[in-house]
């Protein structure tokens, strides 16, 4: 094995687009099922609260398992820190091992899980401990994986290969969401309730073996000499590149929120907001998903012609001028056709962000911490200010000033503007240089 000046393993050339190719599905497999297993949980809990929080009513019911969905988010630094030492001291190829095997775990666990009227109270405990298992191995996974793509793409062209990472984020959300309406159309709601439930979790559990199955064979990238530094994958290593760290985190707490307003809050805000049917809503926000899907690779392609600090800055100013606005027509939206088009032009400016968001992390960091400060930025912003984006939008709609998160959103989009005006150029610093 030899290695550039940069410590980064040149065991596969950067002009091997065939060895990239299968890196990047290897990687981006488990990345896609990680995010399903996550969303499913989202996507099921109006059929199985019941089964392991009886008592009360059906929203109590609804609430203690979205307070134990929102635990996963909390340990999603926890995983940010943990995987990325395990990826910068011990080799990206095994956190990466490691990362969707706990994930499979904790699908495979809450598939099985006897309900509370069978064995009490340990019934909600152990969800509760799969729901860790799973923010943990999401929380580490992210910047693992964005690390490895980003090791792994082909030189001038790691914009349009880094940015399947979000389309397997996004294609995971989209699987979930098929798979459950699929069960919705075969089954009836009492059959959902009583046992339907456990299927996506079964086969994100299957689904997990075979992204277990295409990463053993994947090439290590980090080479011995970045490993094997007193300070790889330290908080204290970490630390002496902290103005990196703090710009990451600058942005990325502008582009979670994003992220997560345009996506997950979305349907909600066109049914609760715009008064859109259900249904309606749930059909326009697949569509516009699907799409956005689609849109990661042109955007990431992109930032290769003009740079990730132009594609961020874009990203902030964007979102800093058109969030206001487009949330004002969303509610006003005349039918599903012009929410469509108005959803697609607020993730088409996500997209500058999305489709290089690991990317711009992973070129900001030497190899010794590139895993951890990936990893660790991306969890602390997403899980202070992405995770939180519905309970913020929720609560100041409860209280009558919902047009506030609008501007939270822009606020927060500023900053994002301004620590990218402020950086210096990632792919000029060198760290991921071929």
Not at 144 to 160: C, L, N
Not at 293 to 298: D, G, S, V
């Amino acid at each position: 094995m030899t290695v550039d000046t940069f410590g980064r393993s040149t065991a596969m050339p950067a002009t091997d687009t065939r060895s990239c190719i299968k890196a990047i599905v290897g990687a981006s497999s488990g990345n896609l099922v990680e995010w399903f297993d996550f969303f499913v949980y989202s996507f099921c809990s109006i059929y199985f609260a019941h089964a392991f929080f009886p008592t009360g009513n059906a929203s109590t019911q609804l609430l203690n398992t979205a307070g134990v969905f929102a635990t996963g988010f909390l340990m999603r630094p926890i995983g940010g820190w943990m995987f990325g030492r395990i990826a910068d001291r011990l080799g990206r190829r095994n956190s990466l091992i490691i990362s969707v095997l706990m994930m499979c775990s904790g699908s495979l666990l809450i598939a099985v899980i006897p309900t509370y009227a069978t064995i009490g109270a340990a019934a909600p405990a152990l969800l509760l401990a799969a729901r860790c298992f799973q923010g943990l191995s999401v929380g580490g996974e992210y910047g693992t994986s964005a690390t490895y793509m980003s090791e792994v793409a082909v030189a001038g062209r790691r914009g349009f290969f880094a940015s399947f990472q979000y389309v397997t984020v996004i294609g995971g959300q989209v699987a979930a969401l098929i798979v459950v309406v699929v069960l919705q159309m075969m089954l009836s709601n009492e059959e959902l309730r009583a046992w339907g439930w456990r299927i996506p979790f079964a086969i994100g559990a299957v689904a997990g073996l075979i992204s277990l199955y295409l990463r053993r064979s994947l090439e290590e990238t980090s080479s011995a000499a970045s490993r094997g530094r007193k300070d790889a994958g330290t908080l204290r290593g970490l630390w002496t590149h902290k103005r990196a760290l703090l710009t990451v985190i600058g942005f990325t707490a502008g582009g979670s929120l994003a992220f997560y307003t345009f996506t997950t809050y979305m349907q909600k805000y066109l049914v609760n907001s715009a008064g859109m049917n259900a249904r309606t809503a749930s059909i326009v926000m697949t569509v516009a998903l699907v799409l956005y899907m689609l849109m990661q690779p042109a955007f990431g392609a992109l930032s290769d012609k003009i740079g990730r600090r132009t594609s961020m800055i874009l990203f902030g100013v964007l979102t800093s001028v058109c969030t206001v606005p487009l949330m004002h027509a969303l509610r006003t939206a005349s039918s599903p056709f012009v929410a469509l088009i108005l959803v697609l032009a607020a993730l088409a400016i996500v997209s500058f962000y999305t489709s290089i968001s690991g990317l711009i992390k992973a070129e900001m960091f030497p190899a010794e911490v590139r895993a951890l400060g990936v990893g660790l930025s991306y969890a602390i912003a997403n899980a202070i200010f992405g995770g939180s984006a519905e309970f913020v939008a929720l609560s100041l709609k409860s209280v009558g000033s919902e047009s506030m998160f609008y501007w939270y959103v822009t606020a927060l989009a500023a900053i994002a503007a301004v620590v990218s005006f402020r950086m210096r150029e990632p792919e000029k610093v060198g760290y991921l240089r071929s």
